[in-house]
Every structure is written in C-alpha cells, then in structure tokens.
C-alpha cells in the first residue's frame, strides 16, 4: 500500500460522529485468569462515519485492526496510508498513530494487546498494514464471543472463554508472519503457511513461493513439510485443493468445471485426474455418492 511523506502532530482524542457505534466486550463475563492467560486486554467492532476520529500519543496496548466493511485512513507522524477488509493494521504501543474513516461508513473488529512478553516482538515493530489471511475466521470467532459474553450463565461464560482461546490462536498466527520469522516457532510458520494456501487455492503455488512466504530456503521447506505433514509440499497443496474440491461438490452445485478453477484447475480435465487419483472416484460419481 502506497504511504505519504507528511508532517503529523498527534494527540489523544476521540471524536465521534452521530451515526458512530460500538459493541465493546462485556469482559465481567468471562475469568479474568483466562484474559490474563491470552494477553488480550480489551476488543469490540465499530462501525464509524465521516466525522470520527481516534488518535493515541502514547498507546497503552498494541492494537489490532480488521477492516469488515468500508475503508480506512491510518497516520502516524510521518506517513498516511489506507486500510481496508482483506488487510490488517498493526499499531504498536508507545507509538503515536491515528485512523479515521476514508469512505461513508467503516466498520472493524480491534483488539488491545497487552504489552507482556507474549506479544514482544510487536514492540519493535512500526504502523504497519499488510495482508491476512485470518479476517474471515476471526470475523466469525469474534461475532460468536460478541453474543456468547452477553449471557450471565456459567455456560455463557465457558464458552466465551473458549473463544478467546480460538482467537488468541487465530492471532498468534496471523503475527506470525508479521512479528518476523526467526522469532517463532516452526509449527507457528507452518500454520501459517497452510492457512495462506487454503485461503488462495486458485494461486498457481510453486515450493519457491512457498518457501518466501515463511521465509526459509526451498530445501529447508521440504523437510519441514515432510516432518510436519509427511508429504512433499506441492503435495501438501494438492490435498489441500482435493478436500476443498470435495467440500464444495458435497455443499454447492456448481458444475465441475467451476469447482476445478476455484481450487486452482484452469484445465477441468487435469482436475478430473487428479481427483481421482486422490479420492478413487470421479467428481460425478462423488456427488451421485453423495
């Protein structure tokens, strides 16, 4: 995303316009141990209007922005650039930035961060918006928490809890490729390879490609892959390609060629073979199966 050179004083504020609402986490409804245990400190979805602003000189957590709807424009004192669904603000803490909507209305999920050792190598970071591949997910995760913390009962509070869990997962991978490489694990490089495969499975992926992503060498990913999954890694995206295949002939009625292309087969006749030499029977005879 192309950033402007600028000269930016930033203060606190927070301004709203009429229209603006907000659906803050009602937190007393879940263990204070399991928010603790997550490191997250405060969420909530707004949905914003020409007329908002927020800015923080001095943040107390990193946040964590996921457009939904709409687009957004981000500052710190030097650069503005735009934010929008499909893409992920990341906004260290101690460092001053600001947002506000860029078109008529601008919806978004946020998440405060605390400042501990679980989310360390967001300190050294600067503004950043990139890429995701988890919105979808944590979209549905993050609605799910937003009714379940809104019960009182013990069952209500369970479950909230478990979604904190999931969302703390869905995070901790989606900064995997943010934070930087060298500093997490192998298992966290490899989530995170495999969820950037599944969420673009028309991509023509190469082992070269692959390897970039999680930034390793070619041969390195090999063994990884093989390690993890026993399997070469154009396999790996193979049989991530057949299982979705088989998903959307189970659930749509699509005809096949459109079911090829969607999982990365210009050539229906390729993905014919190749389904059946993965699952042992055509995509017609699956679904008559079916």
């Known amino acids: 995303m ?135 997910p944590l979209r549905k995760a993050t609605e799910e928490l937003l009714r379940e913390s809104r019960g009182r009962s013990d069952s209500h509070r369970e479950i909230s809890a478990a979604y904190v869990r999931l969302i703390a997962l869905y995070i901790r991978r989606e900064l995997a490729a943010s934070i930087g490489f060298a500093q997490t694990e192998t298992g966290d490089r490899l989530e995170y390879l495999h969820s950037l495969i599944s969420s673009d499975l028309a991509r023509r992926w190469t082992v070269e490609e692959m390897a970039k992503a999680i930034d390793v060498s070619s041969s390195y990913l090999h063994r990884l892959v093989r390690q993890q999954f026993r399997m070469s890694p154009m396999k790996l995206v193979t049989s991530l390609r057949m299982e979705r295949a088989q998903e959307w002939l189970i659930t749509h009625d699509a005809p096949q060629r459109v079911v090829a292309e969607l999982v990365g087969y210009q050539d229906e006749f390729a993905f014919l073979v190749a389904f059946k030499r993965y699952w042992s029977v055509t995509p017609k005879q699956f679904r008559k199966r079916g």
């Open 2 to 136: 192309p950033k402007q050179s600028i000269k930016r004083e930033i203060g606190d504020v927070l301004r709203w316009s009429p229209k603006c609402k907000e659906h803050f986490f009602p937190w007393r409804s879940l263990a204070k141990d399991v928010r603790d245990a997550r490191s997250i400190a405060e969420a909530g979805i707004t949905e914003c209007h020409r007329g908002y602003l927020l800015e923080r000189f001095e943040p107390r957590y990193h946040l964590l922005v996921y457009p939904m709807n709409g687009t957004g424009e981000v500052y710190d004192t030097a650069h503005t650039t735009t934010v929008q669904p499909g893409e992920l603000l990341i906004a260290p803490a101690q460092k001053p930035f600001g947002y506000r909507p860029k078109s008529a209305t601008w919806r978004f999920m946020w998440w405060h961060l605390l400042t501990d050792e679980s989310w360390g190598g967001l300190a050294k970071r600067e503004l950043t918006v990139r890429k995701t591949v988890l919105s979808e």
